[in-house]
T-cell receptor
Framework: DSGVTQTPKHLITATGQRVTLRCSPR?????VYWYQQSLDQGLQFLIQ???????AKGNILERFSAQQFPDLHSELNLSSLELGDSALYFC????????????FGNGTRLTVT | GNSVTQMEGPVTLSEEAFLTINCTYT??????LFWYVQYPGEGLQLLLK?????DKGSNKGFEATYRKETTSFHLEKGSVQVSDSAVYFC????????????FGKGTKLTVNP
């Protein structure tokens, strides 16, 4: 058990809809990362937050947004969903900005129909 | 930009066989290199890492050496077990730590008894 909790585990929704994925980091971790895992693109870094502030941005679409709340949990919002957004979305956390390893949650599987 | 290339799987071995999973990278500067493992239905876990040239990372019988001259970080294990069946990801970070990890596409390993 990595200590990172992601909800829900599975999500099925229709094109054009909006969903919110939730992540609770490991106790004491200040950094939260979001990754998208799809068969064709592999694991893609989306965005990182550190102590409530956006720290780094990767290949995140404009239809997607995220935030980290004062209690350090994070939410990833996906809107105007397309079939191609179907993927596994992973959240990871780490202690800080140093060389500490990432701890991954078990992911949220999103299916867009 | 930075990228990681892993040997394509799947790889199927018998128990106690020798394992090599090749990984090469393209990066500016001196990235940190990582191997992560993903067991079925779980998130990724850090297996080992190396932060500078000629460093050897090791864990659970797995080893990988950071080779700057060949830009490689091949994963090896002398005698695999059925419990090693998983997907293995090579990754790099040019931020010095775990920020903005760039992953390879993963190599699925199946070990048969």
């Amino acid at each position: 058990d990595s200590g990172v909790t992601q909800t829900p585990k599975h999500l099925i929704t229709a094109t054009g809809q909006r969903v919110t994925l939730r992540c609770s980091p490991r106790s004491g971790d200040l950094s939260v990362y979001w990754y998208q895992q799809s068969l064709d693109q592999g694991l893609q870094f989306l965005i990182q937050y550190y102590n409530g502030e956006e720290r780094a941005k990767g290949n995140i679409l404009e239809r997607f947004s995220a935030q980290q709340f004062p209690d350090l949990h994070s939410e990833l919002n996906l809107s105007s969903l397309e079939l191609g957004d179907s993927a596994l979305y992973f959240c990871a956390s780490s202690v800080g900005l140093d060389n500490s390893p990432l701890h991954f949650g078990n992911g949220t599987r999103l299916t867009v129909t | 930009g930075n990228s990681v290339t892993q040997m394509e799987g799947p790889v199927t071995l018998s128990e106690e066989a020798f394992l090599t999973i090749n990984c090469t990278y393209t990066a500016t500067g001196y990235p940190s290199l990582f191997w992560y493992v993903q067991y079925p239905g779980e998130g990724l876990q850090l297996l080992l890492k190396a932060t500078k040239a000629d460093d050897k990372g090791s864990n659970k019988g797995f080893e990988a050496t950071y080779r700057k001259e060949t830009t490689s970080f091949h994963l090896e294990k002398g005698s695999v077990q059925v419990s090693d069946s998983a997907v293995y990801f090579c990754a790099l970070s040019d931020q010095g730590g775990s920020e903005k990890l760039v992953f390879g596409k993963g190599t699925k390993l199946t070990v048969n008894p």
